[in-house]
Structure formats: structure tokens, C-alpha cells
């Protein structure tokens, strides 16, 4: 496995894999690995002949209050996780690589409408972070294809978006959300929650499974019957809920009804700990 440190370096490595014509799949993450993430490197690597991985904690999409100081960063241990899983590359650049002049006077990319809500309107600015760092990494790797979890379904969506706006040349593909045995969304910040919290952090999963069977059913004509109970139940057991919505797949609009494929977005605090999750629902 290839470490390289520099966009320079990376590009002379890939120039002569690309002699061969091959495909080259890319695997954007934070580092501090957990199994989703090795199970996006194993879909890139049924996707490509070479698999690379970038390990980047992006000043640009944390806010002022936000953990990007305490953010987990453990190389070492990545490094080995993704040699163990056969990625071929590894992408470590640091701040003034990809920001030179710095991230707070850096162009920034706003994909509007898909951006602005859910976590778009909780984290202002955070999206506009996660894009212009994706669209400059797309730059220096060149990648045939790219893939990002549906745990970040919304992140997932305005990639998409910004991919078709800006004509990237980049498939990008969904990995299925990873889940430990208790239904939890496999995230690094799982990490901060406390041995109480951890044993409550599942309730969400069921939550969300629970309203989409609900919304599924004819009888419901209005979501909020649903969700507004839902949301009740959550913060009686202890979250703070940020929000709890039925939002369409095409473009975040919120509905009432499962009328087209949709999926209900959640974001909830335990104690400091943001999760995020969602269920989709296909229309009938």
C-alpha cells in the first residue's frame, strides 16, 4: 500500500497506474476507521482495479463550537485498516495542501435547496465545507468512481448534486448504512458516548423503523400523526432531537404522505454526542 502525503506525490503514483488504463475508485473519509468504512474500501474495491483512500479531518466543515479540535485521530491505526483491506493508495494531506491560503478565505462550493435543511440549517456552512473538500479531492485523485454511505444520506444526495451541476466526471455510488448488532449507525462519534448512553442510542433506529412502518400504512394522512409522538418519545427518553422529518429523496421537500421514495432524517443528542440516522421508503 502506497502512503502519500502530497497531492505531488499521489498524482505520480496514480500517472503510472493510469498507463494501464485502469479504474480507480476513491474512498473520501476523516479517518478514525470503524466497519462502514472498510465496508465502502470492499464496494470501491468490487468497483475498480485500484482502490484509494484519503484520510483528511476538514477544517471547513466544522463550525466555531464544534469538535474539530478533539476530533479522533488515530493514523496509525487507519493505516493498518485499510493495508488489512487492500486499499492501494492512501491519501494524507494536511491543511495547507488542500487549503493554502487557509479554509476560512478558500472559495467554497453551496449546493443550494439540498443544503439548507436538515443538517444544512442545524450546521450552517458545514455542507458548503464537505463539498468544496470533496470537489478539490475529486480534483487531485481523478477518480472513474466514488463511494459515500447512506448513513449520511443528505451528504450523499447534495454530492450527488454537485457532481451533476459541475459536470464532474465521478460515478458516485451508495454503501449500504453499517449497523452494529443493536441497530446503531456505525459513526466515529460513537466513540463519545458514555457506557449510558451507548445503551440508549439504539432507541433511534427502532424509532425510525417504527415510523416508516407507521407511515406506510394507508390509514396515515398526515406524517406529523406520526412523528410528532415519535419525537416525544425521544426526548422523554433522553435525546434532544434536532429534527425528526419525512423528506423526498429528489430534493429534501417536505411531505406529509409517502407519495414518491422519501425516508425519514433524524439528528438527536445524547449527552455531546450528534447522531444522525434515517430509514427510506420507497412509494408504493
Known sequence: MIVASTPSALKEHLAALRTR???????????????????????????????????FVN?????????????PRTMDADLAALREAGVDMVFTPNVEDIYPGG????TAIH???LGDSLCGRDRPGHFDGVCTVVCKLFQIVEPDIAVFGEKDLQQ???????????????????????RAEDGLALSSRNQYLSDAERALAPLLWQTLQDCAQALKTPAISEAERVLTPARDALQRAGFAVDYLELRTLSALDLIHQVTEDCA???????????????????AP
Open 59 to 71: 477544517p471547513m466543515q466544522f463550525a466555531e463550537n464544534e469538535d474539530l479540535a478533539t476530533y
Open 111 to 113: 449546493v443550494p435547496v
Open 21 to 55: 488504463s485502469v479504474a480507480v475508485s476513491f474512498v473520501p473519509t476523516m479517518g478514525n476507521l470503524h466497519a462502514g468504512h472498510l465496508a465502502l474500501m470492499q464496494q470501491a474495491r468490487q468497483s475498480a482495479e485500484v482502490v484509494v483512500a484519503s484520510i
Open 103 to 106: 479554509s476560512a478565505l478558500h
Open 156 to 178: 450523499l444526495l447534495i454530492i450527488k448534486q454537485m457532481v451533476r451541476d459541475l459536470g464532474l466526471p465521478v460515478e458516485v455510488q451508495h454503501g449500504p448504512t453499517q
Open 264 to 282: 425519514v432524517f433524524v439528528a438527536a443528542r445524547l449527552g455531546r454526542t450528534r447522531l444522525i440516522d434515517n430509514i427510506q421508503i420507497l
